[in-house]
């Protein structure tokens, strides 16, 4: 059933604001591309017209985190590069979302090493990990319908606790 | 004459005989010297107009853990007129592990210098600026020592806080 058909029929369809802000959101979730390392090079194939990333709505990947949604950690978090991570992440307007892709971010992979974090969710809130060293781009087309399901769930009292920024006004 | 005994040749006319220890292994030659006289045969390498030893390609470290001279530093040289890679070593016995910088001989040693200090914590005397190159300011161990834990000691690198 087509828009055109519910057209001729009604010409309205009833819906909550909620389903369709949910709808907006996660038909187009804008990536933050945090190519750390060589899993950049999957997230990059990812977006190339083979695999299209822009089928799911997330073509646009941002270099400014200002307009993200979504932050993909691709590549090997050192203890020097996490202060960095943190503060892109920081940035990122609220409601916000990470995918772990690969090995390295998820879990340290193979470098269970004194400089490399032994996972990034000892600093970051991960949603979705992304197993593979590097994954290929349909694992990370599949991490990121599933941030799109988990995104499509969410309510706008889920967002309640979020603490907008004072805006202050100059009195004079 | 082969290049190496060439080079063995001018080094121990021009160096003393008694002052540097030749080691040809594997194909590769390295002169091992006492660390106090190791800027003085730096400067002799370089400036010697048969020799011409103008390029530092590295300087690292070795760390020999249960050796009584625990450090050797290890100087990777290289000459364009001769066409030939050398190396020269110099070992390091008492705490602190000091040695003078050959860095204003070799400007390219100022790095390689800083490195070594990062991870092995040889103290380079004279270095114009020996500060930390891979590990954060403020960190306290070198991680490149044996009794360093491959894992690295908990808490000693700071993580982010995070959110709740």
């Not at chain 1, 941030?147 to 979020?162: N, P, S, V």
């Not at chain 2, 070799?106 to 005397?125: C, Q, V």
Request: some cysteine; proline content about 6%.
């Amino acid at each position: 059933m087509g828009l055109e058909a519910k057209l001729t029929q009604d010409g309205f369809v009833t819906t909550t604001i909620d389903a369709v802000v949910a709808w907006a959101r996660k038909s187009s979730v804008w990536p933050m591309p945090m190519g750390i390392s060589c899993c950049a090079i999957e997230m990059i194939a990812a977006a190339d017209p083979k695999y299209d990333i822009s089928r799911f709505g997330s073509e646009v990947m941002r270099f400014t985190p200002r307009q993200c949604d979504l932050m993909i950690v691709a590549g090997t978090v050192t203890y020097k590069m996490a202060q960095v991570v943190k503060r892109i992440y920081d940035q990122m307007p609220d409601p916000k979302w990470v995918i772990a892709m690969g090995a390295c971010t998820s879990s340290g992979g193979m470098y269970r090493s004194y400089s490399v974090v032994q996972g990034i969710d000892q600093f970051l809130p991960v949603d979705v990990y992304t197993a593979g060293c590097p994954p290929r781009p349909e694992n990370l087309l599949n991490a990121l319908i599933t941030i799109q399901e988990k995104i499509g769930k969410t309510r706008a009292r889920d967002f309640q606790d979020i603490i907008q920024p004072k805006t202050e006004i100059a009195n004079n | 004459m082969e290049v190496k005994e060439l080079i063995i040749k001018k080094v121990k006319e021009g160096f003393g005989e008694t002052n540097v220890e030749v080691v040809d292994a594997l194909g590769d030659l390295s002169f091992t010297v006492s660390k106090d006289k190791l800027v003085e045969f730096a400067k002799f390498l370089k400036t010697n107009s048969d020799l011409e030893f103008i390029m530092c390609k590295d300087v690292t470290a070795i760390d020999w853990a249960t050796r009584k001279k625990r450090f050797t530093t290890v100087y990777h040289l290289y000459s364009f007129k001769l066409n030939f890679n050398l190396r020269v070593k110099a070992n390091l016995d008492e705490e602190p592990y000091q040695v003078d910088s050959v860095s204003s001989i070799w400007e390219s040693a100022n790095w390689y210098e800083r490195e070594t200090f990062d991870m092995y914590g040889i103290d380079f005397k004279n270095h114009p600026d020996l500060r930390r190159m891979y590990m954060p300011e403020g960190f306290q161990y070198y991680p490149l020592r044996k009794d360093f834990p491959v894992l690295g000691i908990p808490g000693s690198l700071p993580l982010p806080q995070k959110p709740e």
